[in-house]
């Protein structure tokens, strides 16, 4: 069971230009932000849509191309997850989960049983006769990954599964889905904006920003090596691009920044806040990366407060709340901040 | 609750109510049971009754498809269609009742043939009853349906589509279940409509006792003769047709909401 | 709240005003009106639908007697005229297509009303009369396709009293709100036959022919007239009984089919 795809969607502005690859068991994880096309991406690869060119073959059978082979939804097996659970609200929340083994011909009792199977599986048992309604939002996103499974498809799509749900329900969601997406064997879709949600569910993860993929890896890849701003803001990452010799990046905005490996040609330069210390004066030693910069913003952040800073390099330093306080700063102060060359991450453009 | 609601919301029941205060002070009561007595009233409105829910049938058995096509289907030409099929709503229902003759009736478009090759004709049938009370009260169904189908969240459908449904199992497993409440208001709507069907009915059915004499008819016939007969009956074509709408507003529409 | 009457009534009067002269033109120029030249302002006549041709042309000829007296008319079924009268319209002269309605208003009435015109039932068949249909007979014949006025309505009470007279039970397929409505089924070839007023068949023009049959003489239907007692214009409504009563007026009802008592 596999999934590849080349999908092509031109919708006024934005043109949707994507081609990905999901092997059996495997995990995807489309990653962008909101507008980027990522929900566009999973109607056509659901069959809802129709896109304007490409092709989507699912264990080496077109379900659809360009020429004109276009198998609708109904006929395809697939299991899709929506942001808001979408169960029928006029019917039990068996008969939901039921659903689509009855419209493929399965016998009323038959479908019922294994039904129930299911809802046991995701924590539910017992709560087959009520209705949607009276479910709590994680009970129903259980619910509608139960009516997605039940048909063992051989596609599975998941459109923001746990954005509707509150921080907490999130988090034991977020582990039963990965325990589920585990023991599932076909191809799995996830679109997320969440970078936590990509990190802890996929295999591999596929950044689309307007309407293009512009990286593609697994989880660890692309949370240590982003490669546009928006990847490495999700992941916590000052992102400098620059051009390396030696051990010396002269970044493409002016200035510089040393690092511990050998490097040459265009690179990108990855700093994490935490490794990002501030001074009133220019410290003593000789650290090699040393800058003399403007405070723009502070904002409490957990235990840390996030420093944005301006200058010869823009860059974002998590400094604890009581050196903040013993630093007594002030937006628009001058402060000078160091890094380490050893915690500077540098990799190819 | 404000004023500038309060005031206009008052005046708005009692101008619809009043007149209904008048219809029940100026009832002859003590003679009440004598004029519901008379022959033909109970027929009257057996054949009202009978023709208005036979109307509603067939509205719903037509008038919930095209609602369907007005609402999802991606036809051309959809906003003159739309504007055509509610086109009773604005014609004087004599005329409705002139432009069915011109159709169905023996010497109409349809009718002529139906009449040379059966000898039947549907003009003073109760089926004529039954067509002009469709023709007029069908639009009230058509749009309530279709306005519920814009509101219901078309994503169900989606949903259904991923899991193997057809777009006639969806159709019938979820998009009309979901629209159920708006289905039985449409339903209600025509039907109350079709109660008081005059004017197409009189003119394309006709009018006689047992046959296509309908309770308004009966009601606007005895008001020549007798004002006061007329009342009484008007009074019983109004608390039945009340009680009909009380008792499936509890029994139906009460429970019809969902979600 | 008062009843109003229904403006469109005399818009109609008033494009079928033009006909109505034209009927009129062969007749004397001759004043009828009244001795006192007091006769102006506006004039509110409640008539008998049957009436509009005729009256209107009588109207039109009596504003042209009257400079500064303007005409109006209310043309309904005699019932919601009386309807009407009973609730306080404003009414200056009454003419009723049968004696019960005028007796519902006769309280109101100024003078005894008096019968001034007659109209006869005929039987009305489309063109060419593809029922067949040749007398009174016909309408116990149950395959025809028959319209009746309902006995409710002056014309189908006097339709009843023709079948008893005759001895046959009629077998309608419907019984009309009036005698219009009848006639219309007729128009659209719907109907065999149907029992109206001879005025309603002369009326109809081409596309309706009349069979006068001996029995309808026996059931004449009497419309009477009366001014009424709180008849803002008095002066004027004498002038239009006057004309109505008199030699021209009779000739005019004559002409479109009515029939002197």
């Keep these: ?349 | 609750m404000p004023v500038p609601l309060l005031v206009p919301a008052l005046l708005a029941v009692g101008f619809l109510v009043l007149p209904l205060v008048g219809l029940v002070v100026r009832a002859p009561w003590p003679e009440i049971g004598a004029q519901l007595a008379r022959p033909g009233v109970g027929e009257a409105l057996r054949l009202s009754l009978v023709s208005a829910t036979l109307a509603t049938l067939l509205s719903l058995l037509l008038g919930v498809p095209l609602a369907w096509v007005l609402a999802r289907s991606q036809v051309r030409g959809r906003s003159l269609l739309r504007a055509l099929v509610t086109v009773p709503l604005v014609l004087p229902p004599v005329v409705g009742g002139v432009a069915l003759f011109l159709v169905l009736g023996r010497q109409g478009i349809v009718g002529r043939w139906l009449f040379e090759a059966t000898g039947f004709s549907l003009p003073f049938t109760t089926a004529a009853v039954v067509v002009a009370e469709t023709f007029v009260a069908m639009p009230f169904l058509v749009i309530s349906v279709e306005g519920a189908l814009r509101a219901a969240d078309a994503r169900f459908e989606d949903a259904a589509a991923t899991l193997g449904a057809d777009r006639w199992t969806t159709f019938r497993r979820v998009t009309l279940p979901l629209v159920a409440p708006g289905v039985a208001a449409g339903a209600v709507l025509c039907w109350a409509r079709a109660l008081g069907e005059f004017g197409a009915t009189i003119t394309f059915a006709g009018n006689f006792p047992g046959t296509t004499q309908t309770m308004p008819l009966a009601v606007y016939l005895t008001l020549q003769r007798d004002p006061e007969a007329a009342i009484v009956l008007s009074l019983v074509l109004l608390a039945v047709s009340l009680a009909t709408l009380l008792l499936l507003r509890g029994r139906w529409l009460g429970r019809g909401a969902v979600g | 709240m008062s009843g109003h009457p229904p403006g469109h009534r005399a818009g109609r009067g008033r494009l079928l005003a033009g006909a109505s002269l034209l009927v009129l033109a062969g007749c004397g120029t001759d004043s009828t009106a009244t001795a006192d030249g007091e006769v102006g302002g506006t004039l509110t006549v409640f008539a008998a639908a049957s009436l509009t041709d005729v009256f209107t042309g009588l109207g039109d000829q009596l504003e042209a007697e009257h400079p500064g007296l303007d005409v109006q008319f209310t043309f309904a079924g005699s019932s919601t005229l009386a309807t009407q009268i009973g609730q306080g319209a404003p009414a200056d002269v009454f003419a009723s297509a049968d004696t019960a309605q005028m007796d519902v208003v006769a309280d109101l009435a100024a003078d005894e009303p008096a019968v001034f015109t007659g109209n006869a039932l005929e039987i009305a068949v489309p063109a060419g009369n593809p029922g067949g249909v040749t007398g009174l007979t016909d309408f116990a014949d149950p395959d025809l396709a028959l319209a009746v006025c309902a006995p409710d309505v002056p014309c189908g009470a006097a339709a009843e009293a023709v079948f008893a007279d005759v001895g046959i039970t009629a077998q309608p397929d419907t019984q009309e709100q009036d005698v219009r409505a009848a006639l219309t089924k007729v128009q659209l070839g719907e109907v065999d036959a149907a029992l109206v007023y001879a005025t309603d068949v002369r009326a109809a023009g081409d596309d309706v022919e009349g069979i006068p049959f001996p029995e309808a003489a026996q059931e004449p239907n009497e419309y009477p007239l009366c001014v009424l007692a709180a008849a803002p214009n008095p002066a004027a409504a004498e002038a239009f009984v006057a004309l109505v009563r008199l030699a021209e007026g009779q000739q005019a009802l004559t002409d479109a089919g009515f029939r002197t008592p």
């Design chain 1, 1 to 349: 069971m596999s999934l590849a795809a080349h999908v092509v969607v031109r919708r006024g502005a934005l043109t949707l230009d994507v081609e990905l690859a999901v092997a059996d068991g495997e995990v995807l994880a489309v990653l962008g932000p909101n507008g980027a096309g990522k929900s566009t991406l999973l109607r056509v690869l659901a069959g809802l849509l129709a896109p304007d060119g490409g092709r989507v073959v699912v264990d080496g059978d077109r379900v659809w191309d360009d020429a004109g082979r276009h198998v609708p939804a109904h006929q395809r097996s697939l299991g899709m997850v929506f942001q808001d659970h979408l169960l029928f609200p006029h019917l039990s929340v068996a008969d939901n989960v039921a659903f689509g083994l009855r419209t493929r011909g399965a016998r009323r009792a038959d479908a019922r049983a294994t039904a129930e199977g299911w809802l046991d599986r995701v924590g539910l048992a017992g709560l087959g006769d009520r209705r949607p309604g009276q479910l709590s939002g994680g009970q129903a996103q259980r619910a509608a990954l139960a009516r997605a499974l039940v048909g063992d498809p051989r596609l599975l799509l998941l459109d923001e599964p746990l954005s509707a749900l509150d921080a907490r329900t999130r988090l034991t969601v977020r582990a039963e889905l990965h325990r589920h997406l585990g023991d599932y064997a076909g191809s799995a879709v996830l679109v997320t904006h969440d970078p936590v949600d990509a990190m802890a569910l996929a295999d591999r993860v596929l950044v689309v920003e307007d309407g293009r993929v512009v990286q593609a890896g697994t989880p660890a890849e692309v949370a240590r090596r982003p490669r546009t701003d928006y990847v490495a803001r999700l992941v916590g990452l000052v992102l400098l691009a620059g051009t390396g010799t030696g051990t010396t990046v002269a970044l493409d905005g002016g200035s510089a920044v040393a690092v511990a490996a050998q490097v040459h040609g265009p690179v990108f330069v990855a700093v994490r806040p935490e490794s990002v210390a501030l001074y009133l004066s220019r410290p003593e030693g000789s650290p090699r990366n040393v800058w003399p910069l403007r405070l723009v913003t502070a904002t409490p952040h957990g235990p840390v407060v996030r420093c944005d800073l301006a200058g010869e390099v823009a860059l974002t330093a998590d400094v604890t709340a009581t050196s903040f306080a013993e630093l007594g700063l002030a937006p628009g102060a001058q402060v000078w901040a160091s890094v380490k060359a050893s915690e500077v991450a540098v990799y190819p453009r």
